[in-house]
């Protein structure tokens, strides 16, 4: 998240249901939106295999499926994790997820996906 953040620590429950359109809020009650990676990078496989033990077609049949029913929109995609970081460290409503090489002091580490 922007480093202005108050909240300092999301749970794997949190974080779930965040990216995947279940509710948009953080503990401190702030709206927050989550941001995604195009395509089928290794840090994306990687993000949802950790968080949800899905595979990017399970992910993408889920979306289609809550598109399809109007029930909640999609993360917004970017092109790559420096997209992510520079979003995430320029807006303050959005959080997203990128490999440890991409942090900075422009961002806060919230959520630490399980080895």
């Known amino acids: 998240v922007n480093a202005s953040r108050a909240v300092d620590l999301l749970s ?8 995947m359109g279940r509710y948009r809020k953080l ?14 990078s290794d840090a994306r496989r990687n993000f949802y295999r950790k968080l949800l033990d899905k595979d990017l077609a399970e992910i993408n049949a889920y979306w289609a499926r809550l598109v399809f029913s ?12 420096q997209a992510v970081v520079n979003k995430v460290a320029a807006d303050a409503a ?3 997820y990128v490999d440890s090489e991409y942090l900075n002091s422009r961002v806060k580490v919230v959520y630490r996906l399980p080895e």
């Open 94 to 96: 959005v959080i997203g």
């Open 12 to 19: 794997q429950d949190e974080v779930v249901n965040i990216f």
């Open 27 to 40: 503990a401190d009650g702030t709206i927050v939106y989550p941001l995604d990676l195009r395509g089928d």
């Open 70 to 81: 109007g029930r909640t929109t999609p993360p917004a995609m970017l092109d790559n994790q």
